[in-house]
C-alpha cells in the first residue's frame, strides 16, 4: 500500500532501476512476490516442462494466462509476460493490484480500473474483455476506461506514438518497440530492444550480444482549462554492448490529466545482434 501517489511513483522508479537480481533479493527481504515477477519466474521454467511442439506450448500458457500470454504479430506468435511492457508489474500484487491511500487499482493490457478499498472483489471479476458498464457504480469514475492512446494509432505528429520494428535471419529475430501513451493520469513510456529465437512454432526470449545505441525524445502536455497546454519533455538513452536477454527502458510520470497530446519527438535507434542485420531508424 503507498500513502501518497508520489510514494507510489517513488516505488515505481526504484523497482525499475533494479536489476534482476536486485529485485528478487528486495522482494525475499520484504517476503512478498510482484506480479512481474512471477510472471518472469513461470516464462523462465518454459525450457524444464517438456514442451516439443506449438500444442504443448499453447496448453503451458493457457494453463498459466494470468502471468503468460501468447501474442500474435504479422500472422506469428511471441511468448510473452502478461503486461510486460508495465512500469507497474513490478509493485503490483500477484493479482496484478496495487493500492493507492483507499484506491485500489488494476493494469489490464488497455486500460486501468480502479475502486475503492471496500470494492476490491469487484477487480477480482474484472478483466480485459469485462464490459466495464456492469461496474460502473463500483468504479472510481473520471479514471476508468482511460484507454492507452497508442491503441487509436500512430498519430501523424512528430514522431508518432508507437513502433514495432523487427528483422529476422532463419530461427533468429532482434525486435525493437517503442510506445508512449497514457494510463490513467500517468504519461508512460516504453522501450525495449529483444533477441527472440524460434521454438516450438513461436518467437521465444533469448540470450545475445546486444549492442544498442538509442537517444529518444519525448513530448507531453498537461491540459488546465482556462489556461495554455503546459509542454513538458523528456530524453532517454539506452546505450551499450552485453550478452543479455533484453535492453530495456520504462518510465512513468504522474500529470493529473488524462489527455492523449503524448507523442515522441525524436529518436534515433541502432540495434544490432550477431545472428541478425542492424536495425536503424531515425526521426527528427
Not at 61 to 86: H, P
Not at 120 to 126: D, F
Not at 229 to 254: I, P, Y
Request: charged share 25%; aromatic share 14%.
Amino acid at each position: 500500500m503507498f500513502d501518497s501517489f508520489d510514494e507510489y511513483q517513488q516505488a515505481v522508479s526504484q523497482s525499475l532501476e533494479r536489476t534482476e537480481e536486485e529485485r528478487k533479493a528486495w522482494e525475499v527481504s520484504q517476503g512478498i512476490v510482484s506480479f512481474g515477477t512471477a510472471c518472469d519466474e513461470l516464462y523462465s521454467d518454459i525450457e524444464s516442462v517438456g514442451i516439443t511442439t506449438f500444442s504443448d506450448l499453447k496448453e503451458y500458457v493457457d494453463n498459466n494466462s494470468k502471468y503468460l500470454q501468447l501474442i500474435e504479430e504479422d500472422g506469428e506468435f511471441i511468448l510473452e509476460t502478461q503486461m510486460y511492457n508495465s512500469s507497474d508489474r513490478y509493485i503490483s500484487n500477484l493479482n496484478g493490484m496495487y493500492q493507492i491511500n483507499d484506491t485500489v487499482y488494476k493494469d489490464l493490457e488497455n486500460k486501468t480500473v480502479a475502486v475503492l478499498v471496500d470494492n476490491i472483489e469487484i477487480l477480482h471479476q474484472i478483466n480485459e474483455s469485462t464490459e466495464l458498464s456492469r461496474f460502473s457504480d463500483f468504479l472510481v469514475q473520471g479514471y476508468n476506461s482511460i484507454e492507452d492512446s497508442y491503441k487509436d494509432g500512430d498519430a501523424d505528429i512528430e514522431c508518432g506514438k508507437k513502433h514495432k520494428w523487427w528483422t529476422t535471419n532463419g530461427k533468429n529475430r532482434t525486435r525493437v518497440e517503442l510506445k508512449v501513451y497514457m494510463r490513467g493520469y500517468n504519461v508512460k513510456f516504453f522501450a525495449q530492444v529483444r533477441p527472440l529465437k524460434r521454438s516450438w512454432g513461436a518467437w521465444i526470449h533469448c540470450k545475445r550480444t546486444i549492442d544498442v545505441n538509442a537517444v529518444i525524445g519525448i513530448e507531453y502536455a498537461i491540459k488546465t482549462p482556462g489556461y495554455p497546454d503546459k509542454w513538458f519533455s523528456k530524453e532517454f538513452t539506452m546505450k551499450g554492448k552485453k550478452h543479455t536477454s533484453k535492453f530495456e527502458k520504462t518510465w512513468s510520470d504522474w500529470t493529473g490529466d488524462n489527455n492523449k497530446l503524448q507523442h515522441f519527438s525524436n529518436y534515433s535507434i541502432y540495434a544490432d545482434t550477431p545472428s541478425t542485420n542492424a536495425i536503424i531508424k531515425n526521426c527528427n
